[in-house]
């Protein structure tokens, strides 16, 4: 049987600044979506500054008015990505297969002899000794729990979900605290009458099991490549969604190239507290690792519900459909100038690290 493990990065926007500042370490910090100290929001504070009250998706205002020697950064994406990739690499190298849960989420599928407990303390070790950041790690026998795990000993924890407390951590688990329950489906489950996920597994004990099938097995290569990000809180400015649509999208096209791959579909996925989960591919005629045609198909397929301008809190990206394709041959001449441009930004990045070139529009999202 195999179990997962679950890697959380502790803070991770904030966490990274810090090491790159020691200055800043131990101090009350927050990432600010924009340079403007005064005029931003808070999408990352570091521990300091959430002992202090102050959390995601405040204003930086009122976070300077609970602490006025509060720290400021403007948030570097570019900064981040690089980070979040190489500890995907770190991962890949263990062997097992592996899944990009977000920018500051990895899931591991672990099979055969391997002790859990001391692989999740030799990654944990390895990520502080290479990056001067914390992870926290969960294990237990469903992705799920994994990540439930994750969370239960924030920073730096090392947690365990199986029958020996799997009872007492669900009993004392609300049921909106598990991962996936927020917004319309937690809320309508509590409206039941549910109110903690022992509660959910008495109802639903099939929602904490994994399905079944054979560990370890796995195809000669990725079957999607995705990327998704949680805004610090639900966001209605269209342009700010776009901004991210658009940077996903190159994060996505970044790794296809890398991989040699192209993708016929592309997905996307939009949660707010308003419109629940929503999720819509399309599968087109034509692979593409372009940043901007896979934009460009993200946006056509989110028009279907972008013209009710919803609140938006989660995006995500994903291409699948994958050919082994890394630059398509042209057939026009502008088609040609548009390689030759795929390949100047990577050689550009590749040298000088993800994200020194970038789309302007995706200045929204940094």
């Given at each position: 049987?195999?179990?997962?493990?679950?890697?959380?990065?502790?803070?991770?926007?904030?966490?990274?600044?810090?090491?790159?500042?020691?200055?800043?370490?131990?101090?009350?910090?927050?990432?600010?979506?924009?340079?403007?100290?005064?005029?931003?929001?808070?999408?990352?504070?570091?521990?300091?500054?959430?002992?202090?009250?102050?959390?995601?998706?405040?204003?930086?205002?009122?976070?300077?008015?609970?602490?006025?020697?509060?720290?400021?950064?403007?948030?570097?994406?570019?900064?981040?990505?690089?980070?979040?990739?190489?500890?995907?690499?770190?991962?890949?190298?263990?062997?097992?297969?592996?899944?990009?849960?977000?920018?500051?989420?990895?899931?591991?599928?672990?099979?055969?002899?391997?002790?859990?407990?001391?692989?999740?303390?030799?990654?944990?070790?390895?990520?502080?000794?290479?990056?001067?950041?914390t992870a926290s790690?969960?294990?237990?026998?469903?992705?799920?729990?994994?990540?439930?795990?994750?969370?239960?000993?924030?920073?730096?924890?090392?947690?365990?979900?199986?029958?020996?407390?799997?009872?007492?951590?669900?009993?004392?688990?609300?049921?909106?605290?598990?991962?996936g329950m927020g917004?319309?489906?937690?809320?309508?489950?509590?409206?039941?009458?549910?109110?903690?996920?022992?509660?959910?597994?008495?109802?639903?004990?099939?929602?904490?099991?994994?399905?079944?099938?054979?560990?370890?097995?796995?195809?000669?290569?990725?079957?999607?490549?995705?990327?998704?990000?949680?805004?610090?809180?639900?966001?209605?400015?269209?342009?700010?969604?776009?901004?991210?649509?658009?940077?996903?999208?190159?994060?996505?096209?970044?790794?296809?190239?890398?991989?040699?791959?192209?993708?016929?579909?592309?997905?996307?996925?939009?949660?707010?507290?308003?419109?629940?989960?929503?999720?819509?591919?399309?599968?087109?005629?034509?692979?593409?690792?372009?940043?901007?045609?896979?934009?460009?198909?993200?946006?056509?397929?989110?028009?279907?519900?972008?013209?009710?301008?919803?609140?938006?809190?989660?995006?995500?990206?994903?291409?699948?459909?994958?050919?082994?394709?890394?630059?398509?041959?042209?057939?026009?001449?502008?088609?040609?100038?548009?390689?030759?441009?795929?390949?100047?930004?990577?050689?550009?990045?590749?040298?000088?690290?993800?994200?020194?070139?970038?789309?302007?529009?995706?200045?929204?999202?940094?």
């Open positions: 049987m195999s179990v997962f493990l679950h890697v959380d990065m502790d803070a991770f926007f904030a966490s990274i600044e810090q090491a790159v500042n020691p200055r800043l370490k131990g101090k009350p910090l927050v990432v600010g979506s924009r340079g403007k100290r005064m005029h931003t929001v808070v999408c990352a504070a570091s521990y300091a500054a959430k002992a202090l009250g102050i959390h995601s998706g405040m204003s930086s205002r009122e976070a300077f008015l609970i602490c006025p020697n509060l720290e400021f950064v403007k948030a570097d994406q570019a900064k981040y990505i690089w980070t979040s990739e190489r500890i995907l690499e770190i991962l890949q190298g263990y062997g097992f297969p592996l899944s990009y849960a977000s920018i500051d989420e990895f899931q591991m599928e672990l099979f055969g002899k391997v002790n859990p407990l001391d692989l999740g303390r030799i990654i944990k070790e390895r990520i502080y000794a290479d990056f001067n950041i790690v969960g294990i237990a026998e469903s992705r799920i729990l994994a990540k439930l795990a994750s969370k239960l000993d924030k920073p730096d924890g090392l947690s365990l979900i199986d029958a020996s407390n799997f009872k007492d951590v669900l009993s004392r688990t609300c049921l909106d605290e598990l991962p917004g319309k489906t937690g809320a309508g489950l509590i409206k039941t009458g549910l109110k903690t996920c022992w509660d959910l597994y008495l109802n639903l004990p099939g929602f904490f099991k994994e399905d079944d099938k054979n560990p370890g097995k796995s195809d000669e290569g990725p079957k999607s490549v995705g990327h998704s990000y949680t805004l610090p809180d639900a966001r209605k400015n269209p342009q700010v969604i776009l901004a991210w649509i658009r940077l996903l999208s190159e994060m996505v096209s970044s790794r296809l190239r890398r991989q040699g791959l192209a993708g016929f579909t592309v997905a996307v996925r939009l949660a707010g507290p308003l419109i629940g989960d929503f999720c819509l591919q399309k599968t087109y005629k034509t692979p593409t690792n372009d940043g901007y045609e896979i934009y460009k198909r993200a946006v056509q397929i989110s028009s279907k519900i972008a013209s009710k301008t919803p609140r938006i809190r989660l995006i995500g990206i994903t291409c699948s459909g994958l050919s082994f394709n890394a630059y398509p041959n042209p057939l026009f001449k502008e088609d040609a100038r548009r390689e030759g441009l795929l390949r100047a930004l990577d050689s550009i990045n590749n040298r000088y690290g993800d994200g020194s070139i970038y789309p302007a529009v995706t200045a929204l999202a940094r």
